[in-house]
């Protein structure tokens, strides 16, 4: 028995040792390990460059026609005729809604029935050729009247004749001149009247204020009577299209009066069209705290009012961009930097800069150059593995270092 615990207790002792002499062999392993410089990192690069971006900015908007108006008689009257069109069988109809008409060859809208205007026409002049012969037969009294009293007032100078013959020739004189001036009046009255009759048989004619339109709305129909004042017609010009839209107060300074813009309409996939700044609002509105802005479409082809298109205002502008993946946050929200590649004493090794951001642009962040940022054009930063490094850490480039370039949609 004794031999036995003996022998057990010596195997213990050797299991002991080899147990410890592990440990010190994984032990001055790691002690070694830890004396040894970390490997370098693998990244990738790419150098800082200035490049041309094209950022395109979109405003929706509605189409509106050029004008909209509503004709109506100055008179009240019957309607007697309608313009006619050919229809789509060929045959001739009264226009409606929908139809192109023209100002060509004068012809009118919609006529009135005017046989009571060409009336009261007629007994204007009438009565203006009855006022003219009255102011005809005073103004010959006139004369005679005016003969007799110079007679009589040479007479009286010479105390040839009473004062009272005298007295009488001048009040008839007075009284002469007067009906003489009454009947220019009832000539200017008459005149005036005649003027207004014409006038209102004309305006039983109502005609196209502009070369081209459209019939969008008709109120009334071949003999039925219309008071003066009420529409009759609601036409609009489509020869030109506006289209209005409000911008914020950071936009609106990118808009000037005579700029082009590209217009695309939802309705028309790959078409575009030109539009012209005709309208920049001073003030913002109120409500919506944007301005106003009008563009107008002078080759408008397939559009039409209500349609919903896209403004899109195009910048180009030379920016410094990098991707999201090379900027590092620090403790701070404004701590911002890149990782910039240097060779220092023959080794790449990765140096901290702070960098300042201007915005982002698709996917990839714009550098503020002269505003702080650390670095400048020409620098390779590290935009792949940054988030490993830490400053003065070895790196292995995997790749040769490659302008940024790119164009924003």
């Known amino acids: 028995m ?7 207790d010596s195997w213990h002792k050797r299991l002991a040792l080899v147990a410890i002499g592990v440990v010190a062999a994984v032990t001055s392993l790691g002690c070694r390990r830890n004396d040894l410089a970390p490997p370098p990192v693998a990244v990738q690069t790419a150098v800082l460059k200035r490049e041309p971006i094209v950022s395109m900015t979109r405003f929706s908007a509605t189409v509106r026609e050029r004008q909209r108006i509503e004709l109506s008689f100055k008179v009240p009257g019957t309607v007697d005729s309608v313009l006619q069109v050919r229809g789509p069988d060929g045959r001739l109809r009264d226009v409606h809604e929908g139809d192109l008409v023209a100002s060509e060859g004068n012809r009118p809208l919609i006529q009135l029935s005017d046989s009571d205007y060409r009336r009261r026409v007629a007994g204007a002049r009438d009565r203006l050729a009855q006022v003219q012969a009255k102011k005809r037969a005073a103004a010959a009294a006139v004369v005679a009247v005016r003969a007799n009293f110079e007679r009589i007032k040479a007479l009286r100078e010479r105390n040839s004749i009473a004062q009272q013959t005298y007295d009488d020739m001048l009040a008839k004189r007075d009284a002469t001149e007067a009906e003489l ?11 005036v009247a005649l003027q207004q009759a014409e006038d209102d048989l004309q305006n039983c004619s109502l005609g196209l204020p502009i070369p081209k339109a459209v019939v969008s709305r008709k109120f009334v129909e071949r003999g039925e009577r219309v008071p003066a004042g009420q529409p009759v017609f609601e036409i609009m ?14 936009q609106v300074s990118r808009f000037q009066i005579g700029q082009r813009v590209t217009v695309m309409a939802d309705a028309f996939r790959g078409e575009q069209f030109t539009g012209l700044v005709t309208k920049v609002l001073p003030v913002a509105d109120l409500r919506t705290r944007s301005f106003g802005i009008e563009v107008s479409i002078n080759d408008p082809r397939m559009l039409r009012p209500g349609m919903v298109v896209t403004i899109v205002l195009s910048r180009e502008e030379e920016m410094v961009l990098v991707p999201m993946t090379a900027v590092q946050r620090g403790k701070d929200d404004d701590d911002l930097s890149v990782f910039v590649a240097v060779n220092e004493n023959g080794r790449q090794t990765a140096r901290r800069r702070r960098v300042v951001i201007a915005g982002v642009y ?24 940054a988030f490993r490094l830490a400053d003065g850490q070895a790196i292995r480039v995997l790749d040769a270092p490659k302008p940024i370039s790119g164009i924003l949609p």
Do not use: C, K, Y
């Open 2 to 8: 004794f031999s036995f615990h003996l022998a057990l």
């Open 181 to 191: 001036e009454g009947a220019r009046r009832e000539e200017s009255a008459a005149a």
């Open 237 to 250: 010009d489509l020869s030109q299209m506006r289209v209005a839209f409000g911008v914020p107060d950071t």
């Open 362 to 385: 698709d996917n990839r962040i714009r550098l503020a150059m002269g505003s702080g940022s650390e670095v400048a054009p020409g620098d390779t930063i590290i935009v792949t593995g």
